[in-house]
């Protein structure tokens, strides 16, 4: 089974290379290391970072050196985070990963981008009232899939092993942003309707599919209108399976096929530069339908889905493992991302019977949730649970 570490390029910067390796090769014992090269804005505490407890993350930065002669001329381009000044620690995490054998993993956030989202509106999705998620970028948006398919091209130089590619997908309306408010209970299905895009390229791509775009987006502002109007009809069921005579599910059925048609075209220029592209799902089976995941789909068209295994027991991680076979999608095509600190793990022997499950279900890959955001003590948890 091979294993990693998520970590910020941050930690890496303010611990020095030969503690932060260290540390991985050492104490947690893994085979690799997941950095992330695109990542959103956070506000984290960090238990054993030497310069800083707290760390405010940039919105959508970068955490590499783009090659401006790619991004000439386009509108949506990787923008460096100040944190970093003038170093490359993509350029110095490949070189110390290569000297110590360790494999390099690009953890790359392409459509929850803030920075971009605010920047060009047009290219952020839009609900049924054309309300902009600022938050995001759609993957319709010619542009948007543009800067993704650059983003794999540019990270090859480092001689990544894999992308790990998040956020590659729609998402919902309470994805996060501070200060985020909702004083009227709106209810799930509301909540579910506010976060599906109809932008021009949404409706068109609908539209290519034969689905009559414009009539579902009245049929969902005229329900989201009821529901926001009454307290008692936003907590009716919605069957949105029958929303529009059923178009809706063909709507979103279209955004589907627009997120697979993008992780496959990344898929393929990962590739073709000797990488591999997991598509990471955060929701697992049966939860990512309105942000237009299709497992099945997107098992053919990546080399892997990765999921969370976040969870207090072994047997619940095997649960949200067994879910992933009722959708087509076999373990061997799976890595599974853990948490060894206390939220999920009460000690070691937790952690290495999870990974003992994971074993036995065939999974091929393990990753950890976060070298910056845990404990020294649970990076020797991985250890001593891979070493078990």
């Not at 392409?110 to 970028?137: I, Q, S, V, W």
């Not at 948006?141 to 001689?159: D, F, S």
């Not at 987006?217 to 029958?242: C, H, K, Y």
């Not at 590739?271 to 789909?297: C, E, N, Q, T, V």
């Amino acid at each position: 089974m091979e294993s990693s570490v998520l970590a910020f390029a941050t930690d890496l910067l303010d611990e020095g290379a030969d503690t932060f390796f260290g540390n991985l090769t050492d104490r947690a014992g893994v085979g690799g290391v997941t950095l992330a090269s695109v990542y959103h804005e956070a506000r984290d505490v960090f238990p054993h970072n030497p310069r800083r407890v707290i760390r405010y993350l940039e919105p959508g930065a970068a955490y590499f050196r783009p090659d401006p002669a790619r991004w000439q001329g386009r509108r949506l381009a990787p923008v460096p985070s100040t944190a970093i000044g003038d170093r490359d620690p993509f350029a110095e995490a490949a070189t110390e990963a290569r000297r110590r054998g360790l494999k390099l993993h690009a953890w790359t956030v392409f459509c929850h981008n803030d920075r971009l989202g605010f920047a060009h509106p047009d290219c952020a999705p839009a609900n049924a009232f054309g309300d902009r998620h600022l938050t995001e970028l759609c993957p319709a948006n010619p542009e948007v899939r543009e800067y993704a398919l650059t983003l794999v091209t540019e990270l090859a130089r480092y001689g990544v092993d894999a992308i790990r590619a998040e956020s590659l997908h729609f998402h919902g309306l309470r994805h996060g942003y501070h200060h985020e408010r909702y004083f009227e209970e709106l209810g799930p299905t509301a909540e579910a309707l506010l976060g599906v895009c109809f932008c021009a390229h949404c409706r068109a791509a609908a539209t290519r599919a034969g689905v009559p775009a414009e009539e579902v987006a009245e049929a969902v502002r005229t329900e989201l209108r009821r529901r926001l109007a009454d307290e008692a009809a936003a907590a009716e069921p919605g069957a949105l399976d029958t929303l529009a005579d059923g178009a809706f599910a063909a709507y979103v059925d279209a955004s589907a096929t627009t997120v697979t048609a993008l992780a496959a075209e990344l898929s393929e220029e990962a590739r073709r530069h000797g990488m591999r592209l997991s598509f990471m799902d955060g929701g697992g089976p049966g939860k990512g339908w309105l942000s237009g995941i299709d497992l099945p789909a997107l098992a053919r068209a990546a080399d892997q889905i990765e999921t969370l295994g976040y969870a207090k027991t072994p047997e619940a991680v095997r649960e949200k493992i067994a879910a992933f076979a009722l959708h087509g999608v076999r373990p061997q095509g799976l890595a599974v991302i853990l948490r060894p600190m206390a939220s999920d793990c009460d000690g070691p022997a937790n952690l290495a019977a999870k990974i003992t499950a994971l074993r036995e279900l065939g999974i091929p890959e393990v990753e950890f949730y976060n070298y910056g955001l845990m404990r020294l003590s649970s990076l020797d948890r991985i250890g001593a649970a891979l070493a078990g």
